[in-house]
Structures are given as structure tokens and as C-alpha cells.
């Protein structure tokens, strides 16, 4: 059973550049959600996204953009990428209506903008 | 959403055991209690999750209180590979949730 996957695993960008992020889910699962990890720092909720839509979203500018796709895979998209936009992208999978909210992490894609 | 408070940092040694407290003074009484560790460079990973008095695992307890406004994560019988940053987490199950990280707890087990 594969567990969270992403790609790539690590990026270097130029500032003003834009990347775009790829997950994919536990098997099974629906929900994807998105998080920025800085060093030394817990992961900041970026948005979720369930049946294509996203439905939460943190704190983050319209840079920040995703889509989720029939097979629940998802993208991350960054426009015009700062400097502070280095961080550990992660990825988290879990499944809508389960009863708890356990999310499955996939190992990240490290990004640097330099 | 409720905020969690832990130690910034906590040093042990290999076969002790292991507390790690969190206080969440302002936890909804729809709100579950989650842990995870995450190693460097890795994604968190979930460790046990409860909603009130006592939820155990292959790997870890946790302890609630009556009144929930802190819970205690027991991990027994340290190992070196225990070393890793472990995140206390309180929210709602169900749709819409978030969940808000703080900067956790770094373990550090010493041989």
C-alpha cells in the first residue's frame, strides 16, 4: 500500500520564478491538505482540498494555488516566489468522514528560492 | 481554534521513560487531542490520538484529564531513535477543520 508520495524532492527556484508541487494520496484516501514548514518551525496549513474543491484555507496569499484532480492526486502552484518561500512543502492525505482526522504525510519537497 | 503550549525542548536517556506535556487551556468540547513526531527532512507522522482519560498504543499513551486542558504523551522505554520533534495538535473532527501547529517539543535522547 503506497503512502503519500511527492515530487519532486527538491527544487531550487529564482525569485519571481513559479513552481508547481505534485502529491499524491494514500490509497484510499480523498482529502489532501497542504502545509509550508520553515526551519526549526512547525508546519503552517496552507489549504485543503476535497471532491476538487478547496474548502479551508490558511493564512496564505493567492500566490498560493492548488487543484486537486479526479484521482485525488493534487498541486501546489507558487507564483512570483519570494525569497521566503523557502520552506518544506508537505503533503497530508486523509479520509473525508472517517471519524478521526488522522493525516498521512508524505515526506515533502524541499524548496529553495534563491 | 484552539492553541497548544508544550516544552520547547526536553533531554532523556535510553530505557527511561518519557512525559511530554501540552496544555490546551482552551479546548472545545468537540475538540480531539493528536500527537506526531517527525524526524528531519521527514513529514510528521501520527502518533495517538485521544479525546478524554487514557488512549494507548504498540507505541505511546496518552493521558487526559478530567477537565482536558492538558494532556501528557507517555513513551516508554526510550531508544536513540526516539530523537524527533513531537507535536501536540487540538481540533475538530469533521469537515473544515485546522489545525494549528506550534513548534513542538524536541526529544532528545542521550545513550
Known amino acids: 500500500d503506497a503512502g503519500v508520495t511527492q515530487s519532486p524532492t527538491h527544487l531550487i527556484k529564482t525569485r519571481g520564478q513559479q513552481v508547481t508541487l505534485r502529491c499524491s494520496p494514500k490509497?484510499?484516501?480523498?482529502?489532501v491538505s497542504w502545509y509550508q514548514q520553515a526551519l526549526g518551525q512547525g508546519p503552517q496549513f496552507i489549504f485543503q482540498?476535497?471532491?476538487?474543491?478547496?474548502?479551508q484555507r490558511g493564512n496564505f496569499p493567492d500566490r498560493f494555488s492548488g487543484h486537486q484532480f479526479p484521482n485525488y492526486s493534487s498541486e501546489l502552484n507558487v507564483n512570483a516566489l519570494l525569497l521566503g518561500d523557502s520552506a518544506l512543502y508537505l503533503c497530508?492525505?486523509?479520509?473525508?468522514?472517517?471519524?478521526?482526522?488522522?493525516?498521512?504525510f508524505g515526506p515533502g519537497t524541499r524548496l529553495t528560492v534563491t | 481554534l484552539a492553541k497548544t503550549t508544550q516544552p520547547i525542548s526536553m533531554d532523556s536517556y535510553e530505557g527511561q521513560e518519557v512525559n511530554i506535556t501540552c496544555s490546551h487551556n482552551?479546548?472545545?468540547?468537540?475538540?480531539?487531542i493528536t500527537w506526531y513526531q517527525q524526524f528531519p527532512s521527514q513529514g510528521p507522522r501520527f502518533i495517538i490520538q485521544?479525546?478524554?482519560?487514557?488512549v494507548t498504543n504498540e507505541v505511546a499513551s496518552l493521558f487526559i484529564p478530567a477537565d482536558r486542558k492538558s494532556s501528557t504523551l507517555s513513551l516508554p522505554r526510550v531508544s536513540l531513535s526516539d530523537t524527533a520533534v513531537y507535536y501536540c495538535?487540538?481540533?475538530?473532527?469533521?469537515?473544515?477543520?485546522?489545525?494549528?501547529w506550534g513548534a513542538g517539543t524536541k526529544l532528545i535522547i542521550k545513550p
Open positions: 495538535l487540538v481540533g475538530r473532527v469533521g469537515s473544515n477543520y485546522q489545525l494549528i
Open positions: 482552551n479546548i472545545a468540547t468537540n475538540d480531539y
Open positions: 485521544g479525546y478524554k482519560t487514557k
Open positions: 490509497s484510499g484516501h480523498d482529502t
Open positions: 482540498y476535497y471532491e476538487e474543491e478547496e474548502r
Open positions: 497530508a492525505s486523509s479520509l473525508e468522514g472517517q471519524g478521526d482526522y488522522e493525516q498521512y
